[in-house]
């Protein structure tokens, strides 16, 4: 995450790993806010990227921009060729989207600034459920059992930080880690926010409070949650999504 003084807001950056994989792409767009679809200054998206979209649209698409890299390095007739068969091409899947060029400081900051002030969409699954995208993640493998001679297979305390978005998570809920499955809660602690708007008034977060919480280890914590014991395995038809 990163903080615009400028434009009094904080950016966090989503990006999946391989284009290649579909899950993981549709796993980054449900905790986006705003997408953010770089066109090729050519042909716009070959036949992959209509794949994507098509499975976008059917999942649900958040708040989005289009952008061109590289159309201000054409010659001039190429360029205008090329900005006008982008906006035939984008009009299809994006009515009334408008093509920003994205070649310069002064192109990326009037992005941001269109990015911060558009209009979010509201999607049933981001109400519904709190998100967090992960932005620092430890594991604490559990400690030798004493008589054992060795350690559980497999089990230890995975402590996992960001900002979650949505409705608050609940200590008592399960919690689903994209690839890997649901899991209970240990406990859910807050810091102080770690980037801070302004910096001068950085308070903690409040425990039940609606929007973004910021969670960080190894700052000054403080305790939201702690799990009652045998109660996770009753609620497994509630699942936070990570």
Known sequence: SVIFTFFKQRFSK???G?????????????????LLFVLD?????????????SCLF?????????????????????????????????????????LFPLDSDQDATLMLRHLGAQRQRRLGFLSRRPHLLAQQVSYTPNSYEKGSGEAPMGLGTLRVSG???GCPLQVDRLVHISGFG???FSQIDAPIDPLPLNSMTARPAK?????????QVG??????????????DKWEDWREHI
Do not use: N
């Open 58 to 98: 059917e999942q649900g698409l958040p708040a989005h921009a289009l952008v061109c890299q590289g159309v201000s390095d054409l010659a001039v007739k190429k360029r205008v060729d090329s900005r006008r068969a982008l906006s035939k091409k984008s009009e299809i899947c994006f009515p009334g989207a408008r």
């Open 163 to 165: 900002y979650v978005r």
């Open 207 to 215: 425990p039940g409070k609606e929007g973004d919480i910021g969670m």
């Open 18 to 34: 391989h284009t290649s994989d579909m899950h993981s792409l549709l796993d980054v767009v449900k905790v986006a806010d705003s």
């Open 14 to 16: 989503g990006v999946c």
């Open 219 to 232: 700052q000054s914590l403080s305790l939201l949650g702690l799990r009652s014991s045998g109660r996770g």
């Open 41 to 53: 200054s050519t042909e716009g998206w070959d036949s992959y990227g209509d794949y994507c979209l």
């Open 182 to 184: 649901d899991f209970q």
